[in-house]
């Protein structure tokens, strides 16, 4: 097997503000595995406040790369496994690593990957479109640029109910919340109602990520479900968040990839929790990973290549909120490498 990577500096459209600040540009990481003549692409974007940039990424595979390039690969899960143990501490990489081995897998079988899984590409929950934090003048601009049936509010300013109130005056669309762990408990209390009232249908990540003992409450309080993110990163947090959060939001970044995210919507399913699958922005070649997924999920969030300026691949495509994948085998996917 050989590896390669390329780095990417991606551009947003418009600048993302979430409550946890503002970027203009997404880093990102992408690798491929070749053998046979045939190439796998993955791809993990760079979180800040996961502090595992690019270049940690890089060092940790420079450091390495005879070991994974040496590996005898039969089939992802085995894979997968080896990975976890190679990189420890960087679950981005193996999240890559995990993704370009599927898209191997798929084209080595000549499959996409939903037909491997025996999934119907056909069914599943349309993608929203985030609205990102912003003045409430751009907010409004960016929903009359963008028709979209469901679209993600990002929350957490002292102005979320003005700001929700003028976008319901808007759209008729189905709205989502997102505080990223911007409310305390009562904010919450206090807004979750109000939000209700003006339709919204879930709430993600409302409080800090380690306040249990604020989610017990507002589990037991809250009008509208209530949806895990920074909570449920890794598979053992799928446990945690059940009686706290009615379901969960999977980052394949976050957790290692596409492998132990099947395995978290399985653990979810057998609590009786809904599933989501949501952006971390990456490009065209993470989202289709996303995009194999969606057949096994209540909610998606994965409009990446619609809030970048700039992508890298090709293969994938909306329709007005409905995932529409390739058909190719693998991610289905093309990736146009060039240098950053």
């Given at each position: 097997m050989i590896v390669r990577y390329h780095t990417y500096e991606l551009p947003f459209r418009y600048p993302f503000t979430i409550s946890k600040g503002?970027?203009?540009?997404?880093?990102?990481?992408?690798?491929?595995?070749?053998?046979?003549?045939?190439?796998?692409?993955?791809?993990?974007?760079?979180?800040?406040?996961?502090?595992?940039?690019?270049?940690?990424?890089?060092?940790?595979?420079?450091?390495?790369?005879?070991?994974?390039?040496?590996?005898?690969?039969?089939?992802?899960?085995?894979?997968?496994?080896?990975?976890?143990?190679?990189?420890?501490?960087?679950?981005?990489?193996?999240?890559?690593?995990?993704?370009?081995?599927?898209?191997?897998?798929?084209?080595?079988?000549?499959?996409?990957?939903?037909?491997?899984?025996?999934?119907?590409?056909?069914?599943?929950?349309?993608?929203?479109?985030?609205?990102?934090?912003?003045?409430?003048?751009?907010?409004?601009f960016k929903i009359k640029e963008k028709q979209w049936p469901i679209y993600k509010i990002k929350l957490g300013t002292p102005d979320d109910i003005t700001i929700m109130t003028s976008l319901r005056q808007q759209t008729d669309a189905i709205f989502r919340v997102d505080a990223n762990a911007g409310w305390t408990l009562g904010e919450a209390l206090e807004k979750i109602p109000v939000l209700k009232d003006l339709g919204v249908e879930f709430i993600e990540q409302p409080l800090a990520k380690d306040d249990w003992d604020g989610m017990k409450i507002l589990f037991r309080e809250s009008s509208l479900p209530l949806i895990a993110d920074e909570s449920c990163v890794y598979e053992q947090d799928v446990e945690k968040c059940n009686q706290h959060f009615h379901g969960i939001n999977i980052k394949l970044t976050k957790c290692g990839g596409i492998t132990p995210a099947r395995r978290m919507i399985d653990n979810a399913r057998n609590l009786g929790m809904k599933v989501m699958v949501g952006s971390m922005n990456e490009s065209t070649i993470g989202s289709a990973a996303i995009g194999h997924l969606v057949p096994l999920l209540d909610h998606v969030d994965m409009d990446g290549p619609l809030l970048l300026s700039d992508d890298i691949a090709t293969g994938l495509q909306f329709d007005h909120g409905k995932v529409i994948l390739s058909g190719r085998p693998g991610l289905g996917i093309e990736y146009s490498e060039r240098t950053a």
């Amino acid at each position: 097997m050989i590896v390669r990577y390329h780095t990417y500096e991606l551009p947003f459209r418009y600048p993302f503000t979430i409550s946890k600040g503002t970027k203009t540009h997404q880093p990102t990481f992408i690798v491929s595995l070749e053998h046979l003549g045939i190439r796998g692409c993955g791809e993990a974007p760079a979180i800040s406040y996961y502090n595992i940039p690019v270049e940690k990424m890089i060092a940790d595979l420079d450091s390495k790369k005879i070991f994974v390039e040496k590996f005898a690969f039969t089939e992802p899960e085995r894979y997968w496994h080896y990975l976890h143990h190679l990189f420890p501490q960087n679950t981005f990489l193996v999240c890559a690593l995990d993704i370009a081995a599927w898209d191997f897998y798929g084209k080595l079988k000549k499959k996409p990957l939903y037909e491997i899984w025996k999934l119907d590409p056909s069914i599943g929950p349309m993608t929203d479109y985030t609205i990102g934090i912003d003045s409430i003048e751009k907010m409004i601009f960016k929903i009359k640029e963008k028709q979209w049936p469901i679209y993600k509010i990002k929350l957490g300013t002292p102005d979320d109910i003005t700001i929700m109130t003028s976008l319901r005056q808007q759209t008729d669309a189905i709205f989502r919340v997102d505080a990223n762990a911007g409310w305390t408990l009562g904010e919450a209390l206090e807004k979750i109602p109000v939000l209700k009232d003006l339709g919204v249908e879930f709430i993600e990540q409302p409080l800090a990520k380690d306040d249990w003992d604020g989610m017990k409450i507002l589990f037991r309080e809250s009008s509208l479900p209530l949806i895990a993110d920074e909570s449920c990163v890794y598979e053992q947090d799928v446990e945690k968040c059940n009686q706290h959060f009615h379901g969960i939001n999977i980052k394949l970044t976050k957790c290692g990839g596409i492998t132990p995210a099947r395995r978290m919507i399985d653990n979810a399913r057998n609590l009786g929790m809904k599933v989501m699958v949501g952006s971390m922005n990456e490009s065209t070649i993470g989202s289709a990973a996303i995009g194999h997924l969606v057949p096994l999920l209540d909610h998606v969030d994965m409009d990446g290549p619609l809030l970048l300026s700039d992508d890298i691949a090709t293969g994938l495509q909306f329709d007005h909120g409905k995932v529409i994948l390739s058909g190719r085998p693998g991610l289905g996917i093309e990736y146009s490498e060039r240098t950053a």
